[in-house]
T-cell receptor, first 111, second 114 residues
Framework: SQQGEEDPQALSIQEGENATMNCSYK?????LQWYRQNSGRGLVHLIL?????REKHSGRLRVTLDTSKKSSSLLITASRAADTASYFC???????????FGRGTSLIVHP | DAGVIQSPRHEVTEMGQEVTLRCKPI?????LFWYRQTMMRGLELLIY????????DSGMPEDRFSAKMPNASFSTLKIQPSEPRDSAVYFC????????????FGPGTRLLVL
């Protein structure tokens, strides 16, 4: 079974709006990562957040981690058409460092 | 650095043929991963190497699939014989130390088995 599951499966917004995607997982983790995949391309790493961290920022990206709820969120502020992609969370299975990816959230940003 | 290199980028073959996918990880990375991505199953980890040694191959579908890493700069994923259900995009990724750290993905090989 997949460790991380993203929600929603699909998200459609207008340029300039914020986009929020969530990831839930089932067991303890050492860290959680978010990746982006443009159509026809490989995944690109966005942010890694460790289990002892609660929030990280990178440019227009903000990631939060709530280990008590076993969930994480990725916020993209002031979205752009170029942000259109699928976004995946990846978690390690608590100590194994074997990554498990969710099904992803498909984000469409309309210009 | 050129990033993770995969070849071929596209492969079309007939059922029963042998398929070999190739990967060159980023220099200095000691972990290598093979993934398969389909619409139905999403992104699946097939096998994970650390320091050229297979650590976890529990994701390899069946005996038709095999993977090798003869040295730190090269890995292959072989399917013999291939079947239509093997059609997918196969990604190779590498990282500096394990799957818990940032993984760098190659562009993928799009495989179609007729």
């Amino acid at each position: 079974s997949q460790q991380g599951e993203e929600d929603p499966q699909a998200l459609s917004i207008q340029e300039g709006e914020n986009a929020t995607m969530n990831c839930s997982y089932k067991t303890s983790i050492n860290n959680l990562q978010w990746y982006r995949q443009n159509s026809g391309r490989g995944l690109v790493h966005l942010i890694l957040i460790r289990s002892n961290e609660r929030e990280k920022h990178s440019g227009r990206l903000r990631v939060t981690l709530d280990t008590s709820k076993k969930s994480s969120s990725l916020l993209i502020t002031a979205s752009r058409a170029a942000d259109t992609a699928s976004y995946f969370c990846a978690t390690d299975l608590g100590g194994s460092y074997i990554p498990t990816f969710g099904r992803g959230t498909s984000l469409i940003v309309h210009p | 650095d050129a990033g993770v290199i995969q070849s071929p980028r596209h492969e079309v073959t007939e059922m029963g043929q042998e398929v070999t996918l190739r990967c060159k990880p980023i220099s200095g990375h000691n972990s290598l991963f093979w993934y398969r991505q389909t619409m139905m199953r999403g992104l699946e980890l097939l096998i994970y190497f650390n320091n050229n040694v297979p650590i976890d191959d529990s994701g390899m579908p069946e005996d038709r699939f095999s993977a090798k890493m003869p040295n730190a700069s090269f890995s292959t994923l072989k399917i013999q014989p291939s079947e239509p259900r093997d059609s997918a995009v196969y990604f190779c990724a590498s990282s500096f130390e394990g799957g818990g750290e940032t993984q760098y993905f190659g562009p993928g090989t799009r495989l179609l088995v007729l």
